[in-house]
């Protein structure tokens, strides 16, 4: 019985494995072309002029893709 519980528990936590890396290989395919993207030169400009905080302009960037 012991077995099984382990069992199921081994898969479960592979088929959480395989979703976070689904998950984050569409995250980095999204991010791929944020690096010369106009919306990353504002965000950069407005938290370096006081208006956003780095963490605010992340969840903005993150919003927009």
Do not use: M, N, Q, S
């Not at 898969?11 to 395919?29: F, G, M, N």
């Amino acid at each position: 019985r012991k077995a099984c519980g382990e069992l199921g528990g081994r898969r479960l936590a592979r088929v959480r494995r395989e979703i976070v890396a689904l998950a984050l290989h569409d995250v980095h395919r999204r991010f791929g072309g944020v690096a010369g993207d106009a919306r990353l030169d504002t965000l950069a400009a407005d938290v370096l002029a006081g208006v956003l905080d780095p963490v605010a302009a992340a969840d903005t960037l993150v919003e927009t893709l």
